[in-house]
């Protein structure tokens, strides 16, 4: 079965540390997005990608990375500059086009700080 | 500002049961509307899709319904099961140049079903 795989299905972050969000799908699909969801918020975009090697920031992409290497991964760094990273990271993937948005989700890494 | 306000924020029903959800929403220019389910500590499942020439959508005992003139939208379900307690979350996409839509998130209705 298609779909987007996440790993870890929970994270723990040391002060100080970079941790890293894993993200893959075999959909084919050739936009990917990192969104963050906090309790009793909208999801919040981080990052996407349109196409591989490139990508651009979302509302929120102060203190994370991304690498954009291959079509089907899409991972995300969490740095030492996010103060406040605890939170549900959620992957996403779509088609190109017109109609360019999220179609399917992964089922997300919990990230909590030590 | 591109907004979408969901209510109730919360809603307990008894099994069997029927309810709606409301979304309503400050986004343009608008492309379409979403319905996304969402199990616990899982990611969101599209249930349905609406353009702005769409009233109603259903999909099984969800029917969705969206009214462009007073920016409004509902999720409406059927003789409720266990199996339906999640978030409910509604997505209003905003179209811009180059074809690129920007989607704005409500933050969900919890729904729980009851035995």
């Known amino acids: 079965d298609g779909g987007i795989t996440q790993s870890p299905k929970y994270l723990f972050r040391k002060e100080g540390q970079n941790v890293t969000l894993s993200c893959e799908q075999n959909?084919?699909?050739?936009?990917m997005y990192w969104y963050r969801q906090d309790p009793g918020q909208g999801l919040r975009l981080i990052y996407y990608?349109?196409?591989?090697?490139?990508?651009q920031k979302g509302d929120i992409a102060e203190g994370y990375s991304v690498s954009r290497e291959k079509k089907e991964s899409f991972p995300l760094t969490v740095t030492s500059a996010q103060k406040n990273p605890t939170a549900f990271y959620l992957c996403?993937?779509?088609?190109?086009?017109?109609?360019?948005?999220?179609?399917?989700f992964g089922d997300g890494t919990r990230l909590s700080i030590l | 500002k591109n907004q979408v306000e969901q209510s109730p924020q919360s809603l307990i029903i008894l099994e069997g049961k029927n309810c709606t959800l409301q979304?309503?929403?400050?986004?343009?220019?608008?492309?379409?509307l979403r319905w996304y389910k969402q199990d616990t500590g899982r990611g969101p499942v599209s249930l349905t899709i609406?353009?702005?020439?769409?009233n109603t959508k259903s999909n099984g005992r969800y029917t969705a319904t969206l009214d462009a003139d007073t920016k409004q939208s509902s999720l409406h379900i059927t003789a409720s099961q266990l199996s339906d307690s999640a978030s409910y979350i509604c997505?209003?996409?905003?179209?811009?140049?180059?074809?690129?839509?920007?989607?704005?998130f409500g933050a969900g209705t919890r729904l729980a079903v009851h035995p």
């Open positions: 990608s349109q196409i591989v090697n490139d990508f």
């Open positions: 997505v209003v996409s905003a179209r811009f140049s180059g074809g690129y839509n920007k989607l704005i």
């Open positions: 959909l084919n699909h050739d936009a």
């Open positions: 996403a993937s779509s088609t190109a086009g017109p109609s360019n948005q999220p179609q399917h």
């Open positions: 609406m353009t702005f020439s769409e």
């Open positions: 979304c309503n929403y400050t986004v343009s220019p608008f492309s379409n």
